[in-house]
C-alpha cells in the first residue's frame, strides 16, 4: 500500500521528539503498521529544523498553514501548544478533510466539544492520546481496554512538576518555594509555574478523563482546582506519620448525585501503589466494576514519552484511515448520541474524608473542645495526633483525620472550631482519600 | 445496525463472569460500541447456566459444537480452557468463519501459529486480552499504546498465586509449604499447583509477551522456568536487608544475541513500583525506547477481571466486524511477513546479576578464599552480607549479590566454591535484576 503523508505542525520539544520517532522507528513502526508513514510536510521556526528531518524527503515551511491546505497531507499533527493558533489551525485541517493527531491538553479540555463537532460533521478523526500522562496510554486503556465497565472512579497523579516538587520535600524535608525555584532551573517548571503548581494543567487532563470514563461533556470551568504552593513540610512530615502521603491528585468520580470533578492536593495511604509513584512520573488509577482497579504508569512528559503516544495515534489513524466511522473509537469514547448530561458537583457538595492541622493553646481540655466543635457539626473524628511545632510555646499541633463528610459541613466545622478562644489562627485543610475498592 | 451475536463456550468461572459482565452492563457497552451484543448462544455443563443467562433470549447447550457450528453465531468465546477440546472447538469456528476471543493462554501459547495460521487464511480474528495478566489491557498497550516503540524488554508479576505466596512469606515469615497449603484451602492455587508454583503459567503467558514485544514466533518449548518452591524465609529476609524483594518474574528481552526468554524468582530493588506489587495483584513493566519504562497493574485472575478483558475483545471484534483485514491490528501484533526469526537464547548465555547464599565454617579467611574463587571465574562481587544463620554453630551464612555476569560463567564458579572445604553444602542462587532503565 501507499505511504501516508503526514503534516507536522511545530518542532519545539514534542514535535522534535516525534520526527526523531518516526523517523528513528520507521522499519519498527512499518513491521506493525504494514504500511510506511512518511513525514511529508513539517512546519517549525526552529531553524534547526534540517538536522531533525531529511529536506530530501520532508517538505519544510515556517507558515503552518501550508501544512493544514497542503492537498497530499493526510494527517495534520498539531504539536504547537496554546489555544488561539492551534485552534485556527486543528479546525483549517478538519475543514480539508485531515484527520487530526495532537498532544494539546488545553485545547480539547476547552475547545474539544467545537472541535469533535466539526471532526464528526467531516467524518475525520481526532486523536489525543499524548494529551493525557504524556506516554502513558492511557486514553486507549479507557476508551477500549476497560469499555466493558462501568467505571467508578479515576484518580491521577498527571503532572509530573507537581509530583516532583512534593516528592522532594518528602525526601528531603525541603519547602515548597525552595523545590520550585530549582524545578525551574532544571527546566521542569515553566518560568510562570501556575499551570502546574496551582492545577490547571492537571485540571485540563482530569477534564478529558472524566468525558471518556462517564460520557459526559467536556467541562474544563467545572473542574474544582486547587493547588500545591500551600503544602508545607509539617504536613508532609505529619501526613506520613500517620500512614499517608501528600500527592497532588486529579480526582473523579460518579455518585448518585452528580460527578465529583477535582483537582487538589490529597493525603492517601501509603500502602496505595499510587502513593509510590515519584519524582517526574505519572499515574493513574482507574476503578471499574468488572475489572476492579487498575493503574497505569509512566513519563507523563518529555519528548520521546510524548512523541511514544503522538505515534502511537498516528498509526491507528493510518489503520482506519478509509474505513467508515463505525470502525473507529468513537471520539470521547461514548457515541455521540449516547453522551450523558450527568451534572457536575459542585465542591461543596463532595464526600470525602479531611486531614485537618490546627494551632491550639496547650491547656488541659483544649482536645475536648475543639473535638466536641467538629461532634455538633456532624465530623466524626478517625485518628488524632498532638505535636509541639518547631519554635512554638505554649502551644500544640493538633491534628485530625476526619470520617467522610460533606465538604460544606467541614468547612461549617472548622469556621466554628476558628473561633474558639483557644485555637489561633486558621485550620490548615488537605482531603484524603483511600482510594480503596 | 443489527445486534452481533456471540456464542459463549464454558459457563464455569470466567464463562459465567463474561456472561454476567455482558448482561448486567449491556446499557454502558452499546453506549459506547454503538451496536448491541447479543448472547445468542450458550454452552455449559454448569446446571446453574440458567441463573445466569436468560434462557428467552439465549439459547442452551451442553453440547459446545452446537454453538461453533451455528450459523447465527458471529463470534466465538472460548472459556473451556486446556489444550485438546479448546483447539479443536477453536478450530473449527474459524473454519466456520467466526471470529474468536479466548482467555486461554496455554491454547495460545502451545498452539497459536497453527490457530493464527487458520485465522488468517479464514480471514478472521482471534483476539486473547485475556490469556496474559487477567483484567490488565496489556496486550493493547503493547501491541498498539507502545507501537512507536522499539520494545526492549519485559518484566512482569504473571502469577497472581505466585504473588500472593512470597508477599505472605515476606510480610509474615512464614514458609512456602506452610503459605502453599493456606492457598489452596483458599481456593487460590489448584490443587496440583505446579502450573502457578513452578512457573507454567507464567512462561505460557510470557511467550505471548515475548512475541508481541519482538515480532517473533510464539515459542513456550523454549522458555526457561524455575519455580518459587525451594525460597526460603531466610532468603526473603536477607534480600530485604540488602533493599531488595524477590518476585516471581517473567522476563523477555532482547540482546545482541538472541532474546533472553526466562521465569525464575528474582531480586529486585525495593523501590522499583513493581516491586511493591502485593497479593494476588498482577504487573507488567515494559521498557521501551521512546516512551521509557511504563507499568500497568490490576487483577491477574478472578471471573470479573477476566471478563473485563474478554468482553473488550468482543467489542473490538465487534467494531470492525465487517472491516478488511488491513483495519485491524495484526494478531501478534506484527504484520505476518515481518515477523522475525532472532533466536532464543539458552539460559546459560543470560547476562544478569545474581544472590548467592552459602554456609561456610566461622574462621578467619575464608571470606577471602571464596571471594578469590569467585574473581578467578571472573564473577565480580558487589555487596557482601555476612549473618549468623538460627540453629548454626561454628558455621555463617554468607551471602553475595555479583555484577553481571554471564550464567555459564556464575555456575562454574559455584561448582568451584562449593568444592572449598570451608564451604558446606550447596550455594543458593537466585537471579537479580535491576530493573532501571
Known sequence: MDAV??????????????????????????????????????????????????????????????????????????????????????????????????????????????????????????????????????????????????????????????????????????????????????????????????????????????????????????????????????????????????????????TDKGIELRVHPTLIPEKRLIANVDGVMNAVLVQADAVGPTLYYGAGAGAEPTASAVVADIIDTVRTIDAPLQHKVPLLGFQHDAMRDTPVLPIDEVVTSYYLRMQAVDKPGVLAEVSETFASNNISIEAVLQKEPTGGENSVHLIMLTQKCIESNVNQAITAVEQLASVQGKVVRIRLEHLGS
Open 5 to 254: 503523508n503526514v503534516g507536522l505542525l511545530g518542532l519545539g520539544t514534542v514535535g522534535g521528539g516525534t520526527a526523531t520517532v518516526l523517523l528513528r522507528n520507521a522499519a519498527e513502526i512499518q513491521a506493525r503498521l504494514g504500511r510506511e508513514i512518511h513525514l511529508y510536510h513539517v512546519a517549525g521556526l526552529n531553524i534547526a529544523a534540517q538536522t531533525i528531518v531529511d529536506p530530501q524527503t520532508t517538505k519544510l515551511t515556517e507558515n503552518a498553514f501550508d501544512v493544514v491546505n497542503d492537498p497530499d497531507v493526510q494527517i495534520v499533527v498539531e504539536l504547537i501548544g496554546g489555544y488561539t493558533l492551534a485552534k485556527e489551525l486543528v479546525l483549517k485541517a478538519i475543514e480539508n478533510g485531515k484527520h487530526v493527531v495532537t498532544a494539546n491538553k488545553a485545547l480539547i479540555a476547552t475547545h474539544g466539544p467545537e472541535i469533535m463537532q466539526a471532526a464528526t460533521e467531516q467524518g475525520v478523526s481526532v486523536c489525543y492520546e499524548a494529551a493525557v500522562a504524556g506516554g502513558i496510554p492511557i486514553i486507549k486503556a479507557m476508551r477500549e481496554g476497560l469499555a466493558a465497565n462501568k467505571i467508578q472512579w479515576v484518580a491521577g497523579i498527571i503532572n509530573g512538576t507537581g509530583n516532583y516538587i512534593l516528592t522532594e520535600m518528602r525526601d528531603k524535608g525541603r519547602d515548597f518555594t525552595e523545590v520550585l525555584a530549582e524545578a525551574q532551573a532544571l527546566g521542569y517548571a515553566e518560568a510562570d509555574p501556575a499551570f502546574d503548581v496551582e492545577g490547571i494543567d492537571a485540571a485540563h487532563k482530569l477534564t478529558i478523563l472524566a468525558s471518556l470514563a462517564f460520557g459526559i461533556a467536556l467541562q474544563f470551568d467545572k473542574t474544582y482546582t486547587e493547588g500545591i504552593s500551600k503544602i508545607t513540610p509539617e504536613d508532609v512530615n505529619y501526613a506520613e506519620e500517620l500512614g499517608y502521603r501528600i500527592k497532588h491528585l486529579g480526582i473523579t468520580r460518579k
